[in-house]
């Protein structure tokens, strides 16, 4: 599902953040990146998400290579195919969870985005906070709400960036177990960056970074 070869990432100021990475990740794998900051998880995960360009190597996604797509290819292709999830929640402040939700639908064009959306939230077990504003919300309903976000488009694949970073322990534990459930039931592919050694009991393997190299 995912496939890094050679991968590179030398920002402008000379900052070589990933050096020549090799590796690849299975259809329904549950993968974890781990490693001290400033190693690279974040530009891994920017890469391969396509949010930005590698100085060298290829990024393949589902069988299509994502470094030979212009800006708009690039944009539908993550539209259809992948999901991402950040420590920082970036709700719509002034939306309702439910608007957070269909508002995604409705800019994809789809056909009854408040049925899904309202599925997806009885999912994440918001049914009883759909109409309230994030602010009114603890930091992993927050969290819930995003990932629900993320799955109005049907993503094949979920990168997470310190998903749990701002939750406590029990918080952090329901996101992974929620993580969990859409990789059984729907067969989701799953990139993690976390610190928190809590949570490696959950990856079936944990890819570590150190100085932008892979370990191991
Ligand atoms: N836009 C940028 N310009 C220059 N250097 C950058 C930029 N973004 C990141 N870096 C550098 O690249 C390296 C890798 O950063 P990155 O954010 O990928 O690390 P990280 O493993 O995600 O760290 P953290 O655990 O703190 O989130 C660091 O040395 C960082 O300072
Ligand atoms: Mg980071």
Same mark, same amino acid.
Do not use: C, W
């Given at each position: 599902?995912?496939?890094?070869?050679?991968l590179?990432k030398?920002?402008?100021?000379?900052?070589?953040?990933?050096?020549?990475?090799?590796?690849?990740?299975?259809?329904?794998?549950?993968?974890?990146?781990?490693?001290?900051?400033?190693?690279?998880? #974040?530009?891994? &995960?920017?890469?391969?998400?396509?949010?930005?360009?590698?100085?060298?190597?290829?990024?393949?996604?589902n069988?299509?290579?994502?470094?030979?797509? $212009?800006?708009?290819?690039?944009?539908?292709?993550?539209? #259809?195919?992948?999901?991402?999830?950040?420590?920082?929640?970036?709700l719509?402040?002034?939306? #309702?969870?439910?608007?957070?939700?269909?508002?995604?639908?409705? &800019?994809?064009?789809?056909?009854?985005?408040?049925?899904?959306?309202?599925?997806?939230?009885?999912?994440?077990?918001?049914?009883?906070?759909?109409?309230?504003?994030?602010?009114?919300?603890?930091?992993?309903?927050?969290?819930?709400?995003?990932?629900?976000?993320?799955?109005?488009?049907?993503?094949?694949?979920?990168?997470?960036?310190?998903?749990?970073?701002?939750? $406590? &322990?029990?918080?952090?534990?329901?996101?992974f177990?929620?993580? &969990?459930?859409?990789?059984?039931?729907?067969?989701?592919?799953?990139?993690?960056?976390?610190?928190?050694?809590?949570?490696?009991?959950?990856?079936?393997?944990?890819?570590?970074?150190? $100085?932008? #190299?892979?370990?191991?």
């Open positions: 599902m995912i496939l890094v070869e050679n590179s030398v920002y402008p100021d000379g900052t070589k953040a990933l050096r020549n990475i090799t590796f690849s990740i299975a259809r329904g794998e549950f993968v974890g990146l781990m490693g001290p900051s400033g190693s690279g998880k #974040s530009t891994l &995960l920017h890469l391969i998400a396509g949010l930005e360009k590698p100085t060298g190597g290829e990024v393949f996604v069988g299509k290579r994502l470094t030979s797509m $212009d800006e708009d290819e690039l944009a539908e292709f993550r539209k #259809s195919n992948m999901g991402f999830v950040f420590q920082f929640y970036y719509l402040e002034d939306f #309702s969870v439910l608007e957070n939700l269909t508002i995604v639908g409705e &800019l994809a064009g789809q056909k009854d985005p408040k049925k899904k959306a309202l599925e997806i939230l009885e999912f994440l077990r918001l049914s009883h906070r759909i109409n309230h504003k994030p602010y009114q919300l603890s930091g992993g309903e927050q969290q819930r709400t995003a990932i629900g976000r993320a799955l109005m488009l049907n993503p094949k694949v979920i990168l997470a960036d310190e998903p749990t970073g701002n939750l $406590d &322990l029990e918080e952090g534990r329901r996101i177990e929620l993580f &969990l459930r859409l990789r059984e039931e729907r067969g989701i592919t799953f990139l993690i960056a976390t610190h928190n050694q809590e949570m490696k009991r959950y990856f079936d393997r944990v890819l570590r970074l150190r $100085d932008g #190299s892979l370990e191991n």
